[in-house]
């Protein structure tokens, strides 16, 4: 375990290193010239050119890249070109929002989706199984966006259940939580489905209702721990895709996570806030694979980790 | 699973608790009002910012010398009580106001006016508005780094400054009312570092009370603003992160006083048809031209005659008509209500016979191709294709190449250019209301070089001169003259035709029912998107 948990730590901090190279490249050739932006309208080339210099942008690539990873070790993501903060405080103040909403968000996925592919496979084949899967087909293929700004239009504008976006209170929390939940819901609602199906269909389910327990005690006792483990495995790679849906529901929403603040920094080109939320991402998506991984044996004694 | 659950959830709750914050103030407390921004604020920092979102609110929070009368373009003194300058108009001097303190208490002197100078044009402080002091005398030496000290700034006692320019420039009292001229305090500038503008100190109506980044912040009324009267708020709080959209139901419902962003170009219809949203609307105009740029030492728009053609091509009633009338065509550089603008002008027509014949004469009868840069946000691109249709009716075949508004400077500025680019978005929009604003950087030979402003590279010396002619009249007696001075300038770009002037941006903001004052304190020229200092609640 231990060794396993070494090689895959070692691994991590390979990919992390390849995500770095490959966004700090790609933001190298951009055709964007930072000092240009922070010198202003008024600045004469001599000044373009002396900020470049203190900012160390009339290096080689290679030099800029390795004392951008000589002051990442020490914590250190740069300073904004156009805010002038530090980019660890601006994402550092921001996280808290985005981990919330994607906690929140993953126990509205289980919630509805669990539910969602356990009465489906119960009713397999009838009319409220072909609604349900339908269902979970659309709120598959909607776009976050859409669906973000119908239910801030029904429940927050309409009806007036919930704020109209911001941050503060449980109550702000909830349609952001939908909207990234519905999407995963979907996914949970088929896997679940099948995974139910298959329990089902297993003998000890039929000697179970031989022996003629309740279908209630059945289902919640003996299929539901044997069904659920393939899809709880599912959640560390969830983790990546909330990482592309929170850019656009905290847009709609005003929730003040990393999210809005990539986004802002993509419109203005200020690249080094752009660099470090993407290595926040990318840290998220590898230590949610790795926990997944580690969790999996806990859940099926078959599998082990070598 | 259920015992797994059930932790989740208690943790979940008790995250949730931590990290809640008391819902924001509703508007209607009291005498202080909320805006909302969909964008951070990117910084309070007076030497720094230079967006228009943070321009109001560092006005806010600092004073500089000069100021203007609420609601006008008006220069009166500010900081300074009064000021002279000498007949050669390369001197002033400025008397300081008694009984001025920053909001940590200490007295402001003309100490503070030289330290405040010397950091913006200090090289290591990479003011984005060094260059607008460069008339001071020493700033070459100071922003070369061969010198500490602007030579031209003395204080002659704590009360009085002296400060003395190189050349003759009508716009420095202008300048002096700019925030990069704006006074801070040293000890705090040091205290903070590079993070002042995070904790802004200033002698402005109102002190940063809180800032919670990403999500608000919260300036508080200083009661020992040295303007009587002023500020009438107790206090403002900006929500930031809230889609313009949003915003508008949020004002309907109350909870929002003014939608910062104003009002999102989609809305606008449905804002103006609905009888109770439109009285809240105020209309007014602001110093600002969207323009074509054509680069003007690139084939085929360096001959004058391609150029007037494009002018004559571009049907702008049609353009207005697109973004729903929110602006008035344009046939110059300058806004109208900008002084030197030419009444009565009327540069080139939409003509598209006329535009066919003088291709033709350039030798352009079955047109060319090129390239339209322009920004990708809307309506920027909707507006792009309707030039894109306009070039296509005289035969020109304009591809659209829609970009990040960065990437558009990138390739307006560097030293190739781009032939043709919609200036939308990140259109001029006057740093002070002057006519020399215009010209500099945007149409001046200064401009035309690599990293420039000057996207046509237009460069014509003669104009240069008599540019530089008029901005040496410094006494205001000769406003007048110098303003048709300016006039005729102008008139010289268009006769050169380096732009097509396409349209006068209108500003529509919005208030809620309960905000009161001047109509014009919500469309003040030089506070966007209100002056607030002079707001107030009914």
């Known amino acids: 375990m231990a060794i396993y948990l070494a090689r895959r730590l070692f691994q991590a901090v390979l990919i992390l290193l390849g995500v770095s190279l490959v966004t700090f490249a790609l933001l190298y050739l951009l055709p964007a010239d930072p000092a240009r932006q922070i010198a202003g309208r008024t600045a004469s080339a001599a000044q373009v050119a002396g900020i470049r210099t203190q900012l160390g942008l009339d290096q080689p690539f290679l030099v800029q890249y390795a004392r951008y990873l000589g002051n990442l070790v020490q914590g250190d993501l740069g300073r904004s070109y156009l805010q002038r903060s530090e980019v660890a405080a601006l994402i550092w103040a921001r996280l808290p929002a985005s981990l919330l909403l994607m906690l929140a968000a993953i126990l509205c996925e289980l919630a509805l989706g669990l539910t969602m592919g356990m009465l489906a496979a119960v009713r397999r084949g009838r009319a409220s199984d072909h609604a349900l899967m339908v269902t979970s087909f659309v709120t598959v293929s909607a776009p976050q966006f859409v669906v973000g700004l119908l239910l801030l239009y029904v429940f927050a504008v309409r009806l007036g259940w919930f704020p109209i976006g911001g941050y503060g209170t449980f109550a702000h929390l909830v349609l952001p939580a939908l909207t990234l939940g519905i999407l995963g819901a979907g996914w949970y609602a088929r896997m679940m489905r099948s995974s139910m199906v298959d329990v089902l269909r297993q003998d000890y389910i039929r000697t179970a209702r031989a022996k003629g327990l309740r279908r209630w005690t059945i289902l919640v006792r003996h299929a539901l721990p044997n069904a659920i483990l393939p899809v709880v495995a599912m959640i560390g790679i969830d983790i990546g895709l909330f990482m592309s849906g929170i850019v656009v529901v905290e847009s709609v929403f005003g929730w003040p996570g990393i999210g809005q603040l990539a986004w802002q920094a993509i419109q203005r080109v200020d690249l080094p806030i752009i660099m470090g939320v993407t290595l926040v991402s990318a840290v998220a998506i590898v230590l949610g694979n790795l926990l997944a991984d580690l969790v999996t044996p806990f859940v099926d004694p078959r599998i082990k980790l070598k | ?538």
Request: aromatic share 10%; with cysteine; charged share 20%.
């Open chain 2, 1 to 538: 699973m259920t015992s797994l659950l059930k932790r989740s959830a208690a943790a979940f709750a008790i995250t949730a608790s931590l990290l809640s914050v008391p819902a924001a103030a509703l508007a209607q407390d009291g005498n202080a009002i909320t805006v909302t921004y969909k964008d951070d604020i990117a910084t309070l920092d007076p030497a720094i910012g230079y967006d228009w979102q943070n321009f109001s609110m560092i006005k806010a929070i600092f004073d500089g010398l000069m100021d203007y009368e609420p609601g006008t373009a008006t220069l009166r003194p500010g900081l300074a009580e009064s000021y002279e300058i000498s007949p050669d108009g390369k001197v002033f001097t400025f008397k300081l106001r008694d009984g001025v303190q920053f909001h940590n208490g200490r007295a402001m002197t003309a100490e503070d006016v030289k330290y405040s100078f010397e950091r913006t044009v200090n090289p290591a402080t990479q003011s984005p508005g060094a260059g607008f002091l460069g008339s001071i005398e020493g700033f070459d030496a100071m922003q070369g780094g061969t010198a500490t000290e602007l030579s031209g700034v003395r204080i002659l006692d704590p009360k009085t400054v002296e400060v003395t320019l190189s050349r003759p420039d009508a716009t420095f009292l202008s300048v002096m009312a700019l925030n990069f001229s704006f006074i801070v305090p040293k000890e705090e500038v040091e205290k903070s570092g590079a993070d002042f503008g995070r904790n802004p100190v200033g002698t402005g109506a109102f002190k940063l009370a809180e800032w919670t980044l990403g999500q608000r912040l919260v300036l508080a009324k200083n009661a020992d603003y040295y303007r009587e009267g002023a500020p009438k708020l107790d206090g403002i709080t900006f929500e930031i992160g809230q889609e313009p959209v949003v915003s508008l139901l949020r004002v309907q419902n109350g909870e929002v006083d003014v939608p910062g962003d104003g009002i999102p170009p989609a809305k606008f219809r449905e804002v103006m048809g609905d009888p109770g949203q439109a009285t809240q609307v105020v209309e007014g105009v602001q110093l600002h031209t969207g323009y074509i740029t054509m680069n003007t030492k690139a084939a085929p728009f360096d001959d004058l005659k391609v150029r007037q053609a494009v002018n004559m091509a571009i049907n702008k009633d049609r353009i207005v008509q697109i973004i729903n009338g929110r602006a008035t065509p344009a046939n110059q550089p300058l806004p109208p209500t900008m002084p030197g603008y030419v009444e009565g002008f009327e540069g080139y027509r939409y003509d598209v016979e006329g535009a066919k014949k003088l291709l033709a004469e350039a030798g352009h009868e079955g047109g060319f191709e090129t390239e339209l840069f322009v920004a990708n946000v809307d309506p920027q691109p909707r507006i792009a294709q309707a030039i894109q249709q306009d070039l296509a009716a005289v035969g020109i075949k304009a591809s659209l190449q829609s970009l990040a508004q960065a990437n558009v400077i990138a390739a307006g500025s560097s030293a190739e250019g781009a032939p043709m680019i919609w200036s939308g978005g990140m259109a001029w929009i006057a740093d002070f209301p002057d006519p020399s604003n215009f010209y500099g950087p945007i149409l001046g030979c200064a401009g035309a070089a690599e990293g420039g402003w000057n996207w046509a590279k237009y460069c014509n010396e003669a104009l240069d001169e008599k540019a530089a002619a008029a901005d040496a009249m410094v006494d205001p007696g000769q406003a007048a003259e110098r303003a048709a001075a300016w006039g005729e300038v102008y008139k010289g770009v268009m006769a050169d035709a380096p732009w097509v002037p396409v349209f006068n941006e209108k500003r529509y903001t919005m208030r809620s029912a309960r905000m009161g004052g001047d109509d014009a304190l919500y469309i003040d020229p030089v506070n966007t998107p209100m002056n607030y200092r002079y707001v107030e609640t009914k």
